[in-house]
């Protein structure tokens, strides 16, 4: 049942299209969080008389107070978009949202997942659809898109629905996308410049990479900004892609020694080379996320792989204050830029991970509350109109039938960048890492330090983790 419905979920992603600037090019793609930025959204539909900023068509009475969960925070770079886009819905319809959002990492999947357990969880939540939105899928916690529809038959009428993914539970469509994702690799050229290397193209392979590396070791800097005891989701990702190919990435192995299965010890492997070589920060493995990114923004790493959501906090990185975009050192900015992660085999530089993973989820909790019911719609599709979602997604992905072009002048460098690189990728494919739930990434998650250091061998991690998920 699960192959079948990851087919289903892959044969609609086929489908999506990726928002470039001005001239409305699109690049295919294969396949799954966020994008947007921070630049225009100031404008957004903050301001209370502005009527086409998508006016609900649930109607409220107003003063109603819904509980709201979201990943749009920290340097997440649509968190201010979010914010200006709860005030307006706020103005317009005289109701009041209690934000409860936080940066999406595991501890904020381990949280929802609680929350929903405890009786605790939110009236609306944007969160990923894929394993991390199983339990509380399973256990009846979220009202799926056509139940909603018997009662609201327009809701997200706007979307594509063959974008909008598919519960691996039960093939129901719950949660309405707003903006997609993609992952690359982002790269500090002054850094670069120093260490006498050439800013890495569309045919950037993993040998080059590791040639790059020593010179840029060999000038005095961290070649990689990553906390493999923190995140070492993106390399974990992308270190299996290399090992596979985009018709083969979302595919969970039967076991470790299968032909796929090997292909993730091989990526392990892969990382624990880069580790061995010396090619990561020396406190790689007792750093936080936010420690290495602050290598890399403050000039002390040359290389980032992480989501489209870090353009935000690049570019905020480069202001006196991050809540005002009058402040950005446009010099400071201009020294960075993104390109596409080192392929390897199969899998070419431009064969990226990206798509759309995340989606409003109305709860059972607030739908089932005659007084919240048509709030927590209203909400909805207001954050998910065709005059709102392109301020989420702009260089990201959306799926609206009818997205509006992007003016390409309101960009800052970065975003551009984003955008001209984004217009020669190949493929997009989703993260296995959405598919394989927190349990069975434990041990190579988690674990990741144990593989580096050679305590655990990268076979029995991966071992470990698939047996796991096998038996869920």
Known sequence: MKRKLMATVLAGAMALSVTACGGGNTAST????????????????????????????????????????????????????????????????????????????ETFKTRVATDFETGSE?????????????SFIEAGKVVSIDEIRAEYPDYASNMNEDLIAASLVDGKKYAVPANGYWEAMFVNTEILEEAGVAMPGADYTMDQFKADCEKIKAAGYAPIAAALGNIPHYWWEFAIFNNQSPATHLEIPESAGDENGQAWVAGMNDIKELYELGY?????????DDETFAMFTEGKAAFLIDGSWKVGGIVNSCQSDPNDPTTLDSAKLDKFDVTYVPGKGDRKATDLIGGLSSGYFITRKAWDDPAKRAAAVSFVEYLTSDEMVPKFAQHGASALKNAPEVDSSQFNSLQIKAMNMMAG????TGAVQDLFSGDCRVSTFDGMPEIVTGRV????????????????
């Open 122 to 134: 939110p009236d609306v939540l944007f969160f990923f659809n894929g394993a991390d939105s199983n």
């Open 425 to 428: 990728t190949t493929s997009l």
């Open 457 to 472: 061998a990268a076979e029995d991690a991966v071992a470990e983790g698939l047996e796991a998920y096998h038996n869920q």
């Open 30 to 105: 294969g396949g799954t969080e966020d994008a947007g930025t921070q630049a225009p959204a100031a404008d957004a539909a903050a301001d209370a008389g502005e009527e086409d900023a998508g006016a609900p068509a649930a109607e409220t009475s107003g003063s109603v107070e819904l509980v709201v969960t979201t990943t749009f925070a920290g340097e997440d770079s649509n968190a201010q978009n979010y914010k200006d886009a709860v005030k307006g819905w706020e103005a317009e319809t005289g109701n009041a949202v209690v934000d409860t959002s936080a940066t999406a990492d």
């Open 280 to 288: 990561f920060p020396e406190n790689t493995l007792s750093a936080t």
